[in-house]
Each structure stands twice: as structure tokens, then as C-alpha cells.
């Protein structure tokens, strides 16, 4: 062991301490400002990386700062116990692995960096192997270049993983067979003992990171997928509450107003000054008030069942034509006082499954808008196509029609405004809208075209058979 002198050593000191002082001020004007652990950990971490890349990163990270550690303590320990080399090889390394890794990592060539570091490392090691003679035969070469081994099984997957591992052992002979130029002395043993060794450290190495991994990516796939849930349940619950707003504007005005009028009206009757004429109109009125309140009551319901996470759809085989029929005397008073005229062509014998109560409601709101949206005297025509798999229901009425972006805006549900009818009926504006989520409950579709001026045809399919 050399021996240095007090001024010998107090110089090496100086330079030690120079050196980290350099690479201290170094790192904290180029690596950056905050130097908390967590900052340095994540150093080229991204929002788009998998969860298993991510620690990947951080893994190399932590491993990056550890080493720098570690090469301040082997250099304090080179200083009082060897001769130089060491501290020359640290350096050298800092200037060929940890800085150059570190950049590579912050510029977010994470790939690149983990092939350069797997590669310098075992460079180094043939370098180390060439210039140190004194470095053991094979115990120690064996332990680098397996915990090597460990380093490309973590890094690098299917054929990167693969050549990593070609690599290592290629490697290993290499600097055993050449470099050490051992094959002269070994016996048949010797390989043997070896093989043995190499073949039960890579088994071992290759089992515990093959089941890591795969229960790493089994929580990931799961993690992706609460994510997924849970980004569709936020979704799903900011639709809602824009729908309650809906809901509670409807309460408030469409239900409140018709209620408050149906109570003035009938107190207007019961003061008995109205003529036989007048009190004929008022309770025709009234009974156009009080169908507008029913059906929106159906809808409020009818949505609140929908939002109940144990509320089933009765599904059964519907004669359509009759609950046409049904849709069209709810109508009855609204379609003659128009003067209309609704032509069921539905065929008598077509039928599709579903909840029936659902297809009435779907019906009675198609209905109620084309007859309020229409002119007097004029027609709506209700027909019906049978598909493979689906029956295709139409609703034609000659209104007023919307322009294709209106049309566009009612079918998304970006606008559920109330829009008076062709007499100055009001709407609620959620008649089409519920109706699109109980055809959608019943596994069909709906989409409609429309003309201003010339009218709007609204079509939606029913299963024909049973899903």
C-alpha cells in the first residue's frame, strides 16, 4: 500500500475538494436551480410516458445520484489508501456516464440513454480489465458483469432485451478468453464451473424481473383502466349535473307556470261569470295545460328511473302500429284543433322489442313536436321500414324545419332551448332529449333531417328481435 506524504495528501485533498466544488456549482447552474430529491428523481419524466418507463427514468436517476456519491466516497477512500487510479477512473466515468445521462434524460432521449449507459458500462469494464491486472481472474468479474446482466433485464424489453443479454455474456468472454487470455490455464472444470454459474445467476435474474414485470404491468393495465373509468364517470357526472340544471329550470317554469294558471282558471269557473262559449274554451285549455304537464311529468320520471342504477327496461315484443295509435289519441285534442290530419302507416303486423312504456313516451314527444311545430291543415305521416335487425320508425311533419346547424345543435344537445310552436305553444325543451336517451336505452338510434320552411322528418330504430 502507498504511502503519501502529509503535503502529498494535502494536495490530492485540494484537488478532491476543488473537483467537487467544480461539479457542485456545475450542476447547480446547468442541472437545475431546485435540487430537492424529488425534482432530481424526475428529472425527464413526462406526462406520456407508461407508468413501467417512468420508473424506469426515475430509476436511472436515483441510481445516477447514488453513484455520485459513491464515487465521493471511493475517491476519499483512493486519497488515504491507493495510488490515483481509482480517482482517475471516477472522473473519467462522471465525464463518460453520469453527466452524459443526466442530459440525455432531461432532453427526454430516455431510450437512447439507457442503450449509451448499458453499453459505456460494459466498455468500461473491458477497459478496466486491459489496463488493471491486478483485477481478479473471474470471481469479481463474474459479480459486474451478472449485477450488469440485472440492469439490461430492468431497462429493456422483448429484443432489446434479447440483445442486451447476447451482450453482457458476449462481453464477459470476450474479456475473458482475450483480454484475460485465461483459456490456457482453464480445464474443462473451470468451464464448466463457470457456465453452471452464469446459467443459474441468469435463470434466477430472468425469473424475479420476468414476475416483477408482469405484475408491474397487471397494476398498470388495471391503473390505466380505473383512470379510464374514472375520467368517463367525471364525464358522465358533469353531463348530469348540466342535465339537473335543465331539470330544475324545467320545474321551476315550464311545470310551475301551468300549474299557477290551471289554479287561476279554475277559479275563474268557479266564480261562474263566464258564458257557456268561454267556459267551453277555458276547460279546453285547461285540458291542453294539463297533457303538457302530464308528459313532462312522464319525462322528469321517466329520467329519474333512468339515472337509478337498479332500474331495469322491461323488455318486450311491441306491436308498433298500436302504440302509434296510442301516441296519436294522447295527440288528439292538440292535432284537431290544428285542423291536422296524422296518417298511421305503420304495417299492422310489424314489431320490435323493447320497453314499451319507453317507445310510448319516445312517440308521444316526436308526435307532440311535429303537431307543434307544424302548420294548420297540414299532414304528418308516421311510417315504419323493417331492416335485418332493427325496424326504422319515421315522423314527417310539414313545419317549419331548422337549418342544418340547428338541427346539428338539437341532435348533440348543445341547444335545448324553448322554441314557441306555429300557435305560440311552449316546449320544454327536453322532449327530444329524453327521447334520444330512451332510444339509446333500447339499443337503437336516432337522427333526423329537416328543410326550413318545408318541414323535419325524425327517424329512430327499435330491435326486431330480442338482445
Request: net charge neutral; with cysteine; proline share 2%.
Given at each position: 500500500m502507498t504511502?503519501?506524504s502529509?503535503k502529498?495528501?494535502?494536495?490530492?485533498?485540494?484537488?478532491?475538494?476543488s473537483l467537487?466544488?467544480?461539479l457542485g456549482?456545475?450542476?447547480k447552474?446547468?442541472?437545475?436551480?431546485?435540487?430537492?430529491?424529488?425534482?432530481?428523481?424526475s428529472t425527464?419524466v413526462?406526462?406520456?410516458?407508461?407508468?413501467?418507463d417512468?420508473?424506469?427514468?426515475?430509476l436511472c436517476n436515483v441510481?445516477?445520484?447514488?453513484?455520485l456519491?459513491?464515487?465521493l466516497?471511493?475517491?476519499v477512500?483512493?486519497f488515504?489508501w491507493?495510488?490515483?487510479?481509482?480517482?482517475?477512473?471516477?472522473i473519467?466515468?462522471?465525464?463518460?456516464?453520469?453527466l452524459?445521462?443526466?442530459?440525455m434524460?432531461?432532453?427526454?432521449?430516455y431510450r437512447?440513454?439507457?442503450?449509451y449507459?448499458?453499453v459505456v458500462?460494459?466498455?468500461i469494464?473491458?477497459?478496466?480489465?486491459?489496463?488493471?491486472?491486478?483485477?481478479g481472474?473471474?470471481?469479481?468479474?463474474?459479480?459486474?458483469?451478472v449485477?450488469?446482466?440485472?440492469?439490461?433485464m430492468v431497462?429493456?424489453?422483448?429484443?432489446?432485451?434479447?440483445?442486451?443479454?447476447?451482450?453482457?455474456v458476449t462481453v464477459?468472454w470476450?474479456?475473458v478468453l482475450?483480454i484475460?487470455?485465461?483459456?490456457?490455464?482453464?480445464?474443462?472444470?473451470n468451464?464448466?464451473?463457470?457456465?453452471v454459474?452464469f446459467t443459474?445467476?441468469y435463470?434466477?435474474?430472468?425469473?424475479?424481473?420476468?414476475f416483477?414485470k408482469?405484475?408491474?404491468?397487471?397494476?398498470?393495465?388495471l391503473l390505466?383502466k380505473?383512470n379510464?373509468?374514472l375520467?368517463?364517470?367525471?364525464v358522465?357526472?358533469?353531463?348530469?349535473?348540466?342535465y339537473?340544471?335543465?331539470l330544475?329550470?324545467v320545474?321551476?317554469?315550464?311545470?310551475?307556470?301551468?300549474?299557477?294558471?290551471l289554479q287561476s282558471?279554475?277559479?275563474?269557473l268557479?266564480?261562474?261569470?263566464?258564458t257557456?262559449?268561454?267556459?267551453?274554451q277555458v276547460i279546453?285549455?285547461?285540458?291542453?295545460?294539463?297533457?303538457?304537464?302530464?308528459l313532462l311529468?312522464s319525462?322528469?320520471?321517466?329520467?329519474?328511473n333512468?339515472?337509478l342504477?337498479?332500474?331495469?327496461?322491461?323488455?318486450?315484443?311491441?306491436p308498433?302500429?298500436?302504440?302509434v295509435?296510442?301516441?296519436?289519441?294522447?295527440q288528439k285534442e292538440?292535432?284537431n284543433?290544428k285542423?291536422?290530419?296524422?296518417?298511421n302507416?305503420v304495417?299492422?303486423?310489424?314489431?320490435?322489442?323493447g320497453?314499451?312504456?319507453?317507445?310510448?313516451l319516445?312517440l308521444?314527444n316526436l308526435?307532440?313536436?311535429?303537431?307543434?311545430?307544424s302548420?294548420?291543415?297540414?299532414?304528418?305521416?308516421?311510417?315504419?321500414e323493417?331492416?335485418?335487425?332493427?325496424t326504422?320508425?319515421?315522423?314527417?311533419?310539414?313545419?317549419?324545419?331548422?337549418?342544418?346547424?340547428?338541427l346539428e345543435?338539437v341532435?348533440?344537445?348543445?341547444s335545448?332551448?324553448?322554441?314557441?310552436?306555429?300557435?305560440?305553444?311552449r316546449?320544454?325543451?327536453?322532449?327530444?332529449?329524453?327521447?334520444?336517451?330512451?332510444v339509446r336505452?333500447?339499443?337503437?338510434e336516432l337522427w333526423a333531417?329537416?328543410?326550413?320552411?318545408?318541414?323535419?322528418t325524425?327517424?329512430?330504430?327499435?330491435?326486431?328481435?330480442k338482445?
Open positions: 504511502k503519501f502529509i502529498r495528501r494535502i494536495e490530492y485533498l485540494l484537488t478532491y475538494i467537487w466544488v467544480i456549482v456545475g450542476k447552474t446547468i442541472v437545475m436551480k431546485n435540487l430537492s430529491w424529488e425534482n432530481l428523481c425527464g413526462r406526462p406520456n410516458l407508461s407508468l413501467l417512468e420508473q424506469r427514468v426515475r441510481l445516477n445520484i447514488c453513484c456519491g459513491l464515487q466516497i471511493l475517491s477512500m483512493d488515504f491507493g495510488d490515483g487510479t481509482i480517482s482517475v477512473i471516477l473519467v466515468v462522471f465525464a463518460i456516464i453520469n452524459p445521462l443526466y442530459l434524460l432531461r432532453a427526454y432521449y437512447v440513454g439507457f442503450i449507459i448499458f458500462t460494459h466498455l469494464l473491458m477497459a478496466v480489465a486491459v489496463f488493471n491486472r491486478n483485477l481472474r473471474m470471481d469479481e468479474l463474474q459479480i459486474v458483469v449485477g450488469l446482466s440485472a440492469m439490461g431497462l429493456f424489453d422483448r429484443y432489446l432485451q434479447a440483445a442486451a443479454i447476447v451482450f453482457n464477459y470476450v474479456i482475450i484475460k487470455d485465461v483459456s490456457r490455464d482453464w480445464t474443462y472444470a468451464y464448466y464451473s463457470v457456465i454459474n443459474v445467476c435463470f434466477f435474474i430472468c425469473v424475479c424481473v420476468y416483477n408482469s405484475i408491474f404491468r397487471q397494476f398498470q393495465a390505466i380505473r379510464e373509468q375520467s368517463q364517470q367525471t358522465d357526472l358533469q353531463e348530469i349535473n348540466r339537473k340544471d335543465q330544475f329550470a320545474i321551476s317554469h315550464d311545470l310551475r307556470s301551468p300549474l299557477y294558471h282558471t279554475i277559479r275563474r268557479n266564480e261562474g261569470n263566464l257557456v262559449d268561454q267556459a267551453k279546453n285549455e285547461i285540458d291542453f295545460k294539463t297533457k303538457d304537464v302530464s311529468l319525462n322528469l320520471l321517466n329520467w329519474a333512468l339515472q342504477s337498479g332500474y331495469k327496461s322491461v323488455v318486450v315484443e311491441i308498433i302500429r298500436e302504440v295509435e296510442e301516441a296519436i289519441l294522447f292538440e292535432i284543433a285542423q291536422m290530419q296524422v296518417l302507416k304495417p299492422a303486423r310489424t314489431l320490435g322489442w320497453d314499451e312504456n319507453h317507445l310510448q319516445i308521444r308526435l307532440s313536436n311535429a303537431v307543434k311545430f302548420f294548420p291543415a297540414c299532414r304528418i305521416i308516421i311510417e315504419a323493417e331492416k335485418s335487425d332493427k326504422v320508425i319515421s315522423i314527417q311533419d310539414t313545419g317549419i324545419g331548422l337549418r342544418a346547424q340547428e345543435m341532435l348533440t344537445g348543445a335545448r332551448s324553448t322554441t314557441l310552436g306555429t300557435n305560440g305553444e316546449g320544454n325543451g327536453m322532449g327530444l332529449w329524453i327521447s334520444q336517451e330512451f336505452k333500447n339499443g337503437g333531417t329537416s328543410l326550413e320552411g318545408k318541414g323535419s325524425f327517424y329512430f330504430t327499435v330491435p326486431n328481435r338482445i
